[in-house]
């Protein structure tokens, strides 16, 4: 029988709730309990209130009482709904000649770029991969990040894409936060594939794609629609075939030219991520769609190019979410508060539209409807932040961490 717990009392809990899944979001709008408590049942939340009305009904249950002694805001995990935490080696050189002038083409030629992660990946076996993803997600994890997408995409061969997933699977197994799944085995054209991009999508559909349904690895498949990876037209096919065979869909789009996002909004994907390089066509045909832009600002300050336009995207009516993109190559900083407080302030975001982009509406963008809230009968996934309001943790810009991180109703993390 699942056991109950009581925690509180605290001093502000955002539920996250009663709030809009596209548009913007003023922050009077965001609904602040006073003086709190987390009634928890098993893995899940049972109820939420005051903490003076719940000692009454915990006492009935003989739930545990954790009882808070200091002032603590509580928000629903935070979901990274956009990660490349699966991958070996570094690309520091990268870094250091990007900085220096040279361009993606002058990098590739020097050995860098997407295809040196890859080389490096291919030469780690699956135990070092999965090592690798955990350590990743306990760093995440610390700074209040429960449930993290985690895609393939530096194999490009049928091995060894499905290397990537087990590894991912395994490493599931072995940490407190929800991994979720992507196949990103159209990331590129492998520099050592004996075709063309047509021949490489061909295989991966008549091969990769039965795989990942028979060993029920992944139902999230992704593809890079770009001048350097998947035209809109090559690409059509290998999506369409993902979608018959009952994948969700997610794009990298428009992140240096146009495109991608018309795909996404045609094959009714999820989600299309990056968006740098949309205007005002591409946000208005977002806008009108069920798709879930993900914005990924850790791309940006890694590349040193323009943000995504999320204001325009929310004033449009769209749905914004916010993603790290951590990766070895454009985005090496994996740390998600601390990118969404940048975006929100060369964006002027407010604090409710960052906090949905990282909770409720980053889940939207994966699909999933028992998190990114605290609310009865959702995952018991939430954080204690050590102030009295929570202004004070997009104030300081990432470096206000969480003290305690509970996880499907346990506590995995306390500083």
């Not at 990946?121 to 995440?140: M, Y």
């Not at 969700?248 to 740098?276: P, Y």
């Not at 040193?304 to 090496?332: E, H, Q, V, Y």
Request: charged share 20%; glycine share 6%.
């Amino acid at each position: 029988m699942a056991r109950y717990k009581l925690i509180g009392p605290i001093t502000q809990l955002l539920p996250m709730t009663n709030l809009p899944l596209k548009g913007a979001i003023r922050d009077d709008q965001l609904t602040v309990i006073k003086n709190a408590g987390i009634l928890i049942k098993g893995e899940n939340i049972h109820a939420i209130s005051t903490f003076s009305d719940l000692i009454k009904t915990a006492k009935e249950l003989n739930a545990e009482v954790v009882e808070l002694q200091s002032s603590f805001v509580c928000l629903p995990g935070f979901i990274d709904a956009h990660t490349h935490i699966c991958f070996s080696g570094s690309r520091a050189n990268d870094y250091a000649m990007r900085n220096a002038g040279k361009s993606y083409l002058e990098i590739a030629k020097s050995g860098g770029g997407i295809w040196d992660t890859v080389t490096q990946t291919r030469k780690a076996d699956q135990l070092e991969l999965s090592l690798c993803i955990a350590k990743r997600a306990n760093h995440l994890l610390k700074n209040g990040i429960t449930t993290v997408e985690v895609k393939s995409g530096y194999g490009l061969s049928i091995k060894e894409e499905l290397k990537m997933l087990h590894a991912i699977r395994e490493a599931n197994h072995n940490v407190e936060s929800d991994l979720i799944p992507t196949c990103l085995a159209a990331h590129m054209l492998p520099k050592d594939f004996d075709g063309d991009h047509t021949d490489y999508l061909e295989e991966l559909m008549t091969t990769l794609l039965p795989i990942l349904k028979i060993e029920n690895l992944t139902n999230r498949v992704d593809a890079f629609v770009e001048q350097s990876a998947f035209s809109t037209k090559n690409i059509y096919p290998y999506i369409q075939k993902a979608v018959d065979m009952g994948f969700d869909i997610t794009i990298h789009a428009d992140q240096f030219t146009t495109g991608g996002s018309e795909i996404a909004v045609k094959m009714n994907a999820v989600s299309a991520d990056h968006l740098e390089a949309s205007t005002d066509a591409e946000i208005k045909m977002l806008a009108a769609s069920d798709v879930i832009a993900v914005a990924l600002p850790g791309a940006s300050l890694g590349l040193g190019c323009n943000f995504t336009p999320a204001r325009k995207i929310l004033d449009a009516g769209g749905a914004l979410a916010i993603a790290s993109d951590w990766n070895p190559g454009s985005a090496p900083m994996g740390d998600l508060l601390l990118q969404a407080c940048i975006l929100g302030t060369f964006q002027k975001l407010s604090n409710a539209e960052i906090l949905a982009a990282i909770t409720y509406r980053a889940a939207a963008a994966l699909r999933l409807s028992n998190c990114g809230t605290t609310t009865p009968e959702t995952l018991a996934d939430f954080s204690f932040f050590a102030t009295d309001h929570y202004n004070e943790i997009l104030y300081h810009q990432g470096k206000m961490t969480p003290s305690i991180v509970w996880k499907r109703g346990e506590l995995v993390y306390r500083k």
